[in-house]
């Protein structure tokens, strides 16, 4: 099964800009559709991004980072990105990236899970 270990996270000014990786052992990565979802202190898991395993790629956002994060994915480097432009104070959470079957909102569909990586923008 694949692991996940995500990196890029820190602390950055509203308005600025991160990229966030997702390394993924194994040489299964491109069969697997992968997400992002998000924890702030004292609120549930949420869905950020997701993009599917073919097909072109599809994605999905969820509205509050909608033009202002991209999903991508390099299945020749196993990795898994996430760009966050034109952050707020509201997007300080720890990241979490996910592999699944399918580009679910849902964090139940999900299968794997990596460790987190911290993202905190000072209001």
């Known amino acids: 099964q694949v692991q996940l270990v995500e990196s890029g996270g820190g602390l950055v000014q509203a308005g600025g800009s991160l990229l966030l990786s997702c390394v993924a052992s194994?040489?299964?990565?491109?069969?697997?559709?992968m997400g992002w979802f998000r924890q702030a202190p004292g609120k549930e898991r949420e869905f950020v991004a997701a993009?599917?395993?073919?097909?072109?790629?599809?994605?999905n956002y969820a509205d509050s980072v909608k033009g202002r994060f991209a999903i991508s994915r390099d299945n020749g480097k196993n990795t898994l990105y996430l760009r966050m432009n034109s952050l707020k104070p509201e997007d300080t959470a720890v990241y979490y990236c996910a592999a699944g079957s399918w580009t679910s909102t849902s964090q139940s569909a999900w299968d794997r899970w990596g460790q987190g990586t911290q993202v905190t923008v000072p209001s």
């Open positions: 993009i599917s395993r073919g097909g072109g790629y599809g994605t």
């Open positions: 194994g040489r299964t990565f491109s069969s697997y559709s």
